[in-house]
């Protein structure tokens, strides 16, 4: 029961935009972790506020699995649709709320409480938002290409992250003619235009969504009066779907959901943070790696409706394990100012100093910036402290070199180094869908399909940049220690799903 | 053969939930023990209540895989 050609890119593209939207509203959130920070979080430790960001962050993902339970049971129950229409409703005026919450300076700890509500309606909306759009493609789709099919709806993910990354930098620069002052704008109050301009988004899409029809193969089985009484009990209350379901989480999404946050935040992250790269090339660069990857979904996708989806997914699992720290290695090696602390630089500019009062003590923060023939620029931050009734500063530390800015050629490392990295994300990811939809029956699908999903991606998937950089205040003389997590959660996946997983396509989801 | 491997993994996959989980307490209570902030407990609290579950999971997969509920390839 497949939808003819024509009309299975109607329903691709409705399915499409409005998850896209989803996580474009859920990731813009992230992207600007460093400055959500500065807004709704007590200022007094920078560490902590931004830690409690991530926390927040990491709360959005933790509630996906009981999103996926609410609309997944919604879902099979009433039907796709309108499960998936209502997903989009609450992730939209959830993001657009975000956009109007007023800051930590203004209402105290209301702030952080109201961010952290929202942002859990967030985790909640999209729990539901995923596995309704993948089963409503893949009971669209025609047997024989349904791993090709369903992959479009993967590259929502990855678009949703660079569509997220595009208007963040649009809308920090096209504040002011002044590139300086944009950006202090845009730390001000401009972030929230990002947020706010979901909520157009999301009319679009609610509108595209309101004209399209209910799943052939629900229909047919809620005509025939087939559809579950109880989908949570079908689903997780008998062994005989339980198992497929525990198998879908340590077999295939969990690694796969590791490497997905590995390849498109963690490295970013890692790049921001420990490599200290400026706030807009790292940036930039996943924008570039995600452009020139994101076909490589479909690819993967409909290559394994000729080859099966288990090896696909478990060699790009391999391959990370076998190339995260090589890969992370060489970020830093290529933004090491060593070498450059003995040349002279080709400029450098007038020292900006920055006092700030502490009790007892003056903290003075001396910024140059150094450039280099080759292109290569930083910012070398000193630090000193005078200290009440003396007049000889105390040097705080050696100095802290930070907003590296990498001259093209190593720029374009950095791009290529990133695409290795989504080129494993489209391996595991690509396939998935169309590998979950397969493993349940129509009646349970939305509810069994979109809880592994959502713990493999929300739970082990969301929390990769936040026990990473747990694991670097555990061990601080490896900076690549963060990597160890999405090593071993790979590793145990691709163990069970080599051992425990078949490589045959099922061709009848109509069961 | 392949349906023995199957089957014996199942007990490291019954093992490998409680010892994961005793590592996971064992280092909250060793890092909130050295910070002992509000921040550091929740971070580690959030991430023990959240894995317990899963833990649970992957015992209850190791015992399905030991009765040979994954007999053949699913």
């Given at each position: 029961m497949s939808t003819s050609p024509k009309g299975i890119w109607k329903v691709i593209?409705?399915?499409?935009?409005?998850?896209?939207?989803?996580?474009?509203?859920?990731?813009?959130?992230?992207?600007?972790?460093?400055?959500?920070?500065?807004?709704?979080?007590?200022?007094?430790n920078p560490t902590a506020a931004l830690l409690s960001t991530l926390a927040t962050f990491a709360a959005g993902f933790i509630v996906r699995p009981f999103g996926a339970l609410v609309f997944g049971r919604l879902g099979d129950l009433v039907g796709r649709k309108y499960t998936f229409l209502l997903t989009l409703i609450i992730m939209g005026g959830s993001t657009f709320a975000i956009g109007l919450v007023p800051s930590y300076e203004s209402i105290g700890f209301a702030a952080p409480v109201i961010v952290l509500l929202l942002r859990l309606l967030?985790?909640?909306?999209?729990g539901g938002e995923y596995g309704g759009a993948a089963t409503y493609v893949a009971e669209h789709a025609p047997p024989n290409r349904r791993g090709y099919y369903t992959s479009w709806i993967q590259t929502t993910a990855t678009l949703g992250l660079f569509v997220s990354l595009g208007v963040i930098l649009l809308v920090r620069h096209g504040l002011d003619s002044d590139v300086n002052v944009s950006i202090q704008k845009f730390n001000d109050w401009g972030w929230r235009i990002p947020f706010l301009v979901s909520i157009v988004l999301v009319g679009i899409s609610i509108y595209i969504r309101l004209k399209m029809n209910e799943s052939p193969l629900f229909t047919k089985i809620k005509a025939e009066g087939k559809t579950s009484v109880n989908p949570l009990k079908e689903s997780f209350g008998h062994k005989t779907n339980l198992k497929m379901v525990l198998l879908a989480l340590f077999g295939a999404t969990m690694g796969q959901g590791v490497v997905w946050y590995t390849g498109q935040f963690y490295a970013q992250s890692f790049i921001e943070t420990v490599c200290k790269i400026d706030f807009e090339q790292s940036r930039t660069m996943l924008i570039w790696a995600i452009l020139f990857a994101t076909p490589f979904f479909v690819v993967f996708g409909s290559w394994s409706d000729r080859v099966g989806r288990k090896w696909i997914m478990l060699a790009g699992m391999f391959l990370a394990i076998v190339?995260?720290?090589?890969?992370y290695q060489q970020f830093l090696d290529l933004s090491d100012t060593t070498i450059y602390q003995t040349q002279t630089p080709a400029s450098i500019s007038e020292p900006v100093v920055q006092t700030d009062e502490m009790n007892q003590r003056t903290?003075?923060?001396?910024?140059?910036?150094?450039?280099?023939?080759?292109?290569f620029a930083y910012t070398q931050k000193s630090r000193d402290t005078v200290f009440a009734g003396s007049s000889k500063p105390v040097v705080d530390a050696a100095p802290v070199y930070t907003e590296k800015k990498l001259p093209a050629p190593v720029y374009w490392k950095f791009v290529f180094l990133i695409f290795v990295q989504v080129i494993f994300v489209t391996m595991v990811y690509g396939p998935i869908a169309a590998f979950l939809v397969e493993m349940f029956p129509t009646r349970i699908r939305y509810t069994s399909m979109s809880l592994p999903y959502h713990i493999g991606n929300g739970v082990f998937g969301g929390l990769t940049p936040f026990i990473a950089l747990l694991l670097t205040t555990i061990n601080t003389g490896d900076k690549l220690v963060g990597l160890m997590y999405p090593i071993i959660i790979s590793f145990v996946c691709l163990v069970i799903g080599t051992v425990y997983i078949s490589n045959k396509t099922d061709p009848d989801v109509s069961d | 053969m392949m349906n023995q491997l199957r089957k014996w993994m199942g007990l490291i996959w019954m093992l490998m939930g409680p010892l994961s989980m005793l590592y996971l307490i064992k280092t909250a209570l060793h890092q909130i023990a050295l910070h002992p902030v509000t921040d550091t407990k929740i971070q580690w609290a959030v991430f023990v209540i959240v894995f317990i579950p899963i833990a649970i999971g992957l015992c209850i997969f190791g015992w399905y895989a030991w009765k040979d509920e994954y007999k053949r390839q699913m």
């Amino acid at each position: 029961m497949s939808t003819s050609p024509k009309g299975i890119w109607k329903v691709i593209g409705a399915s499409s935009v409005g998850t896209l939207i989803e996580w474009y509203d859920f990731y813009i959130f992230g992207s600007l972790a460093t400055v959500i920070a500065t807004q709704f979080f007590p200022q007094t430790n920078p560490t902590a506020a931004l830690l409690s960001t991530l926390a927040t962050f990491a709360a959005g993902f933790i509630v996906r699995p009981f999103g996926a339970l609410v609309f997944g049971r919604l879902g099979d129950l009433v039907g796709r649709k309108y499960t998936f229409l209502l997903t989009l409703i609450i992730m939209g005026g959830s993001t657009f709320a975000i956009g109007l919450v007023p800051s930590y300076e203004s209402i105290g700890f209301a702030a952080p409480v109201i961010v952290l509500l929202l942002r859990l309606l967030q985790g909640l909306a999209l729990g539901g938002e995923y596995g309704g759009a993948a089963t409503y493609v893949a009971e669209h789709a025609p047997p024989n290409r349904r791993g090709y099919y369903t992959s479009w709806i993967q590259t929502t993910a990855t678009l949703g992250l660079f569509v997220s990354l595009g208007v963040i930098l649009l809308v920090r620069h096209g504040l002011d003619s002044d590139v300086n002052v944009s950006i202090q704008k845009f730390n001000d109050w401009g972030w929230r235009i990002p947020f706010l301009v979901s909520i157009v988004l999301v009319g679009i899409s609610i509108y595209i969504r309101l004209k399209m029809n209910e799943s052939p193969l629900f229909t047919k089985i809620k005509a025939e009066g087939k559809t579950s009484v109880n989908p949570l009990k079908e689903s997780f209350g008998h062994k005989t779907n339980l198992k497929m379901v525990l198998l879908a989480l340590f077999g295939a999404t969990m690694g796969q959901g590791v490497v997905w946050y590995t390849g498109q935040f963690y490295a970013q992250s890692f790049i921001e943070t420990v490599c200290k790269i400026d706030f807009e090339q790292s940036r930039t660069m996943l924008i570039w790696a995600i452009l020139f990857a994101t076909p490589f979904f479909v690819v993967f996708g409909s290559w394994s409706d000729r080859v099966g989806r288990k090896w696909i997914m478990l060699a790009g699992m391999f391959l990370a394990i076998v190339f995260y720290r090589p890969i992370y290695q060489q970020f830093l090696d290529l933004s090491d100012t060593t070498i450059y602390q003995t040349q002279t630089p080709a400029s450098i500019s007038e020292p900006v100093v920055q006092t700030d009062e502490m009790n007892q003590r003056t903290i003075v923060t001396t910024s140059i910036v150094k450039t280099f023939d080759n292109g290569f620029a930083y910012t070398q931050k000193s630090r000193d402290t005078v200290f009440a009734g003396s007049s000889k500063p105390v040097v705080d530390a050696a100095p802290v070199y930070t907003e590296k800015k990498l001259p093209a050629p190593v720029y374009w490392k950095f791009v290529f180094l990133i695409f290795v990295q989504v080129i494993f994300v489209t391996m595991v990811y690509g396939p998935i869908a169309a590998f979950l939809v397969e493993m349940f029956p129509t009646r349970i699908r939305y509810t069994s399909m979109s809880l592994p999903y959502h713990i493999g991606n929300g739970v082990f998937g969301g929390l990769t940049p936040f026990i990473a950089l747990l694991l670097t205040t555990i061990n601080t003389g490896d900076k690549l220690v963060g990597l160890m997590y999405p090593i071993i959660i790979s590793f145990v996946c691709l163990v069970i799903g080599t051992v425990y997983i078949s490589n045959k396509t099922d061709p009848d989801v109509s069961d | 053969m392949m349906n023995q491997l199957r089957k014996w993994m199942g007990l490291i996959w019954m093992l490998m939930g409680p010892l994961s989980m005793l590592y996971l307490i064992k280092t909250a209570l060793h890092q909130i023990a050295l910070h002992p902030v509000t921040d550091t407990k929740i971070q580690w609290a959030v991430f023990v209540i959240v894995f317990i579950p899963i833990a649970i999971g992957l015992c209850i997969f190791g015992w399905y895989a030991w009765k040979d509920e994954y007999k053949r390839q699913m």
